[in-house]
């Protein structure tokens, strides 16, 4: 079975773009968590996803988005992109929301520079 | 509010020595709690987890973690070190949903 799959894999952009990261979770899990790693903050959670409803969110600005579509297939959206958005962005899926007897699946990320 | 704390951001070891690295967690609930492993340049992958089963929990790669209640701690033990657990490693805390709450992470070095 497929793992956890995040595209693309490295993205550069520049202050004040916008950026869509997508992740496709490992097929029959439709709960999708997004996560973003930094050096300075560590690992924080973003939002979860299930049923194309966000059932979760952390505590980050409104220029962080996300969506998932019918397929469990998730995209997050950064808007107007600052420096300190650069980051290791991780997704991770799960067959059912509050999966705590089952595992997270994570996937490699999408490392996001922001120049 | 859930946090783990992690002691030590870096711990170092001798290859074949043991392998001790400490997570203590705050929780208004039963926690769940997790030990994760980053390698460079990947994702992170799970070594075990605690879900109230039984206390001392066994995952992969000889790694094992006994929850302490009375200590409110869920450190990450392993006999024998080896060259390719070196690593960076996250304990995690959650409430039964699919958020974590990651500790800062404490980066392994294993020396031969």
């Known amino acids: 079975k497929a793992g956890v799959t995040q595209t693309p894999r490295y993205l550069i952009k520049t202050r004040g773009q916008q950026v869509t990261l997508s992740c496709s979770p490992i097929?029959?899990?439709?709960?999708v968590s997004w996560y973003q790693q930094t050096p300075g903050q560590g690992l924080q959670f973003l939002f979860e996803y299930f049923s194309e409803t966000q059932r979760n969110k952390g505590n980050f600005p409104g220029r962080f988005s996300g969506r998932q579509f019918s397929n469990s297939r998730s995209e997050m959206n950064v808007s107007t992109l600052e420096l300190g958005d650069s980051a290791l962005y991780l997704c991770?899926?799960?067959?059912?929301?509050?999966?705590?007897?089952?595992?997270?699946?994570f996937g490699p990320g999408t490392r996001l520079t922001v120049l | 509010a859930q946090s783990v704390t992690q002691l030590g951001s870096h711990v170092s070891v001798s290859e074949g020595a043991l392998v001790l690295l400490r997570c203590n967690y705050s929780?208004?609930?039963?926690?769940?709690l997790f030990w994760y492993v980053q390698y460079p340049n990947q994702g992170l992958q799970l070594l075990l987890k605690y879900t109230s089963a039984a206390t001392l929990v066994k995952g992969i790669n000889g790694f094992e973690a006994e929850f302490k209640k009375s200590e409110t701690s869920f450190h990450l033990t392993k006999p024998s070190a080896h060259m390719s657990d070196a690593a960076e490693y996250f304990c995690?805390?959650?409430?039964?949903?699919?958020?974590?709450?990651f500790g800062t992470g404490t980066r392994l070095q294993v020396f031969p």
């Open positions: 995690a805390v959650s409430d039964n949903t699919d958020k974590l709450i």
């Open positions: 991770a899926s799960s067959p059912y929301p509050g999966s705590s007897t089952d595992t997270q699946y």
């Open positions: 097929s029959g899990h439709r709960s």
């Open positions: 929780s208004s609930v039963p926690p769940y």
